[in-house]
C-alpha cells in the first residue's frame, strides 16, 4: 500500500512540470492507465497520512479514524460519471488544480469525467472530439478554474451596460466566467460557496445539502438524489479536516508544543481569535520555526501603513474564514489584473450612475444590490500549500503573489523579511 500511494503521489507532484507544457499530447490510449485518485486505488485515508505537495506533506483527519473514500461523495450519482470527489480532491487539498487536472488529461487523453459534456470547457460548443481537439478546449480547466454560468438577476439595482467577453460567450442575461473550487475541508462557518449562493441562514449543514443538491443536478448532469444521500455527503463534507502537517527545514508541525497539522484543526471549533499555532516555537532553536511564528505574528497584528491586520477579515481562530461568515471586496475581481482569457463585465448603478468593472461580480449578482458586487466569501487558509493559485479567479499564482496583493489593493506594506516570514507561516497553514 504505501509503496502505491507514494506512486500516485509522484503523479500530482510532477504535474506541476505537465502542467507548463503547451503542445497537445500525443497519446496512444490503449497503453494509458485510467487510475488518477486515491480512490481509485483505496477504500480509506489513514488519518495524517502524509501527501506530499511543493513544500512537504499535508494530511487530513476525521474523528472516525480514517477517510472514506467510498461514501455518497466519492460515488457518481449523475450521468456523467462526475462525483463531489472529482473537483475536490484530498490529494490537492480537497480542491482541484491545475497540475492534478493535466495530469488527468495526461493520463485519459482527456476523457476522465472532469471533462465531461463540455459542462466546464473554454466555451459550451467547444469541440471535443479528439485529443488534440479536447487540449485546445480545456485550457481553463487545466488552470485549475471550472466555470460560471449566471443569469442576471431579475430584481436589481443595476444594470449590465457593456462585455467584454474574449470568448464570445456572455450575453445580457447570461455571464460565464471561471472560479477556482473551493476546498471542501475545514468547514466552519454558515457561508457556503464563494457568492453565498447556497448559504442557508446560519444553518451550516442545510447549506452545504442545498450546495450538495445543486451539484447532482448540475455538474454531476442528474436526477434529484434521496435526501439520505445529500445528508451523507453533506455530513461527511463537515467533519473533513485538512491542513499541513510537515515542511521542510521545519519538520512536524504539531511537534515541541506546536498546534499545526489536521488534528489540531479538526478540534478547533469557530470563535474569534488569533492564530496561537506556533506560539511554542517563538524561541526554537529552529531557525525555520521562529520564522513561521514571526509570520504568524505579522497575520495577528496591525500593518501599521494600512491600519488593517489580515486576521480583520480572516478572523476565526486557527481557521482564518470569517467567524459571521462576512463576505468582502478585496480587489480579485478588478479588471486591472484580470488575464488576457477573462471577460470583463461593466456594470452601472440605478442609484446614482456610478460604474464598476468586474471580471467576477461575486455576491451581487445572486442579491441584485450594486453595494455587494465584487463581494466574496472569507475562506478558510488551513492547507494553502496544497491549492495553489489562489483567490476565486485564480490570479495570485503563489503565495507571494497573495501577499503582493495586499500591499497593491489595501495598502499593506511589508519589508523583504517580513513577506518571507509570512509566507513561511502560510505554507504552515
Not at 26 to 36: C, N, W
Amino acid at each position: 500500500m504505501a509503496k502505491k500511494f507514494q506512486q500516485l503521489a509522484c503523479v500530482f507532484v510532477g504535474a506541476g512540470v505537465v502542467a507548463c507544457a503547451e503542445p497537445a499530447p500525443e497519446l496512444e490510449m490503449d497503453a494509458v492507465g485510467q487510475e488518477s485518485f486515491l480512490e481509485d486505488l483505496f477504500d480509506e485515508i489513514p488519518n495524517n497520512l502524509p501527501i506530499p505537495n511543493e513544500y512537504g506533506f499535508a494530511a487530513s483527519f476525521v474523528d472516525t479514524g480514517a477517510v472514506s473514500l467510498t461514501n455518497a461523495f466519492f460515488t457518481a450519482q449523475g450521468t456523467n460519471g462526475r462525483h463531489c470527489g472529482t473537483c475536490h480532491a484530498p490529494e490537492v487539498g480537497w480542491s482541484m488544480t491545475g497540475p492534478m487536472v493535466t495530469a488527468l488529461f495526461w493520463t485519459t487523453g482527456g476523457t476522465h469525467p472532469i471533462f465531461a459534456n463540455n459542462l466546464d470547457t473554454d466555451t459550451p460548443t467547444a469541440d471535443m472530439s479528439t485529443v488534440e481537439a479536447r487540449w485546445n478546449a480545456t485550457t481553463m480547466l487545466r488552470q485549475g478554474m471550472f466555470t460560471r454560468k449566471i443569469a442576471m438577476p431579475a430584481t436589481r439595482d443595476f444594470d449590465l451596460v457593456a462585455i467584454d467577453d474574449p470568448r464570445g460567450v456572455s450575453t445580457a442575461t447570461n455571464l460565464f466566467f471561471f472560479r477556482r473550487a473551493m476546498p471542501t475541508a475545514n468547514f466552519r462557518s454558515p457561508t457556503v460557496h464563494w457568492d453565498a449562493a447556497n448559504t442557508v441562514g446560519t444553518d451550516l449543514r442545510e447549506g452545504l445539502m442545498k450546495q450538495t443538491r445543486s451539484n447532482i443536478t448540475g455538474a454531476q448532469q442528474g436526477t434529484p438524489a434521496p435526501e439520505t444521500v445529500v445528508a451523507e455527503i453533506a455530513d461527511f463534507e463537515r467533519q473533513i479536516a485538512h491542513a499541513q502537517l510537515y515542511l521542510w527545514d521545519a519538520g512536524r508541525l504539531d511537534a515541541d508544543g506546536a498546534k499545526g497539522g489536521p488534528q489540531h484543526a479538526a478540534a478547533q471549533p469557530l470563535v474569534a481569535g488569533r492564530f496561537d499555532l506556533y506560539d511554542a516555537w517563538q524561541h526554537s532553536p529552529n531557525k525555520k520555526r521562529r520564522q513561521i511564528w514571526r509570520g504568524q505574528e505579522l497575520f495577528n497584528n496591525v500593518n501599521p501603513a494600512s491600519g488593517r491586520r489580515c486576521g480583520g477579515c480572516h478572523n476565526a481562530a486557527n481557521n482564518g474564514q470569517n467567524v459571521n461568515g462576512a463576505l468582502f471586496d478585496i480587489g480579485a475581481s478588478r479588471p486591472e489584473i484580470a488575464r488576457p482569457n477573462m471577460a470583463v463585465f461593466t456594470f452601472q448603478s440605478r442609484v446614482d450612475g456610478t460604474l464598476l468593472q468586474t471580471t467576477d461580480p461575486g455576491r451581487g449578482i445572486r442579491t441584485g444590490l450594486f453595494k455587494e458586487l465584487n463581494k466574496f466569501k472569507t475562506p478558510n487558509i488551513r492547507g494553502l500549500a496544497a491549492r495553489a493559485p489562489y483567490f476565486h479567479g485564480g490570479t495570485a499564482e503563489s503565495l507571494e503573489d497573495v501577499i503582493h496583493h495586499y500591499e497593491v489593493e489595501l495598502g499593506f506594506n511589508f519589508t523583504a523579511e517580513e513577506e518571507a516570514d509570512l509566507v513561511a507561516f502560510m505554507k504552515a497553514l
